[in-house]
Nanobody, 124 residues
Framework: QVQLVESGGGLVQAGGSLRLSCEAS????????MGWYRQAPGKQHELVAS???????????NYADSVKGRFTISRDNAKNTVYLQMNSLKPEDTDVYYC??????????????WGQGTLVTVSS
């Protein structure tokens, strides 16, 4: 069993910042790619940001055009945690943000895991 627990969402005014956290727990051997998604009612699914686990090289990151330059994804492998620093927030960023991870379990079986979501509300 592997679980992702997200935190850090809340209410913020436009132009403000939030930092989302997602901690994986359970029978984890290692974690490969991790990412953040959002899909508000009436909107399409969107990969907000993703990050690889390159070990001996720099992590590779990818961002949706709508958040590029404002959001930063990072990870702490020792804590099995991925972060999303969200700056210069806009009302259109309002959504439930979901963490995703590709996990190698202690059994060496691989599984894709989703978090429960954390709500981000940006007021105008």
């Amino acid at each position: 069993q592997v679980q992702l627990v997200e935190s850090g969402g809340g209410l913020v005014q436009a132009g403000g910042s939030l930092r989302l956290s997602c901690e994986a727990s359970g029978s984890i051997f290692s974690i490969d790619d991790m990412g953040w998604y959002r899909q508000a009612p009436g909107k399409q699914h969107e990969l907000v940001a993703s990050i690889t686990n390159n070990l001996n090289t720099n992590y590779a990151t990818n961002y949706a055009d709508s958040v590029k330059g404002r959001f930063t994804i990072s990870r702490d492998n020792a804590k099995n945690t991925v972060y999303l620093q969200m700056n210069s927030l806009k009302p259109e960023d309002t959504d439930v943000y979901y963490c995703n991870a590709n996990v190698v379990q202690t059994s060496r079986a691989m599984v894709e895991v989703w978090g429960q979501g954390t709500l981000v509300t940006v007021s105008s």
